[in-house]
């Protein structure tokens, strides 16, 4: 490539595929609720400890901070919160996702809810309503 544009443009591209291949991009930084956690809980909780007042089981809305570390998330205590405990009860009648829905949490969702519990279980408004702020770019290596 001749072109130190058309370079730079691949290098980015190149690095960007090998961040999201690798998790990097995720280890480096703190969990993010909108990014890590809002997907977890809306694909495994929300049909029923979501919006829909409806379909709201147990009185727990997980889509709401305040409902959520009432009654299920203890901030900076993940072994305190009755979340993880019934995502990894043993008892099959307290398992949440129940087993009917066919939905499971794997290895990965589950130590995501862990850390950003421990990490304080900071809420983030949806993304939507976020105003962006500007990031700084990583240079990408020369290539000789």
């Known amino acids: 490539m001749n ?3 058309l ?3 691949v290098n ?3 690095m960007a595929a090998a961040m999201c291949a690798t998790g990097w991009a995720h280890a480096a930084s703190p969990v ?3 990014r890590d956690i809002r997907p977890i809980l809306s694909d495994k909780c929300f049909a029923c400890h979501g919006p829909d007042a409806n379909k709201s089981e147990a009185d727990l809305r997980l889509d ?3 409902g959520a570390k009432e009654s299920a998330i203890v901030a900076g205590k993940p072994d305190e919160s009755e ?3 019934r995502i990894l ?3 099959a009648d307290e398992r949440m996702p129940p087993g009917a829905t066919g939905k499971s949490l794997s290895d990965a969702e589950v130590s995501l809810l862990r850390q950003w519990i421990a990490e304080g279980a900071k809420w983030q408004e ?3 309503l976020i105003a962006p702020q500007p990031v700084e770019v990583p240079k990408p290596a020369a290539i000789d």
Do not use: A, G
């Open 3 to 5: 072109s130190p544009i």
């Open 7 to 9: 370079q730079s443009v």
């Open 12 to 14: 980015t591209i190149v």
């Open 32 to 34: 993010q609720f909108n």
């Open 64 to 66: 709401d901070e305040q």
């Open 83 to 85: 979340l993880l405990r």
């Open 89 to 91: 009860t043993d008892d």
């Open 126 to 128: 949806h993304w939507s």
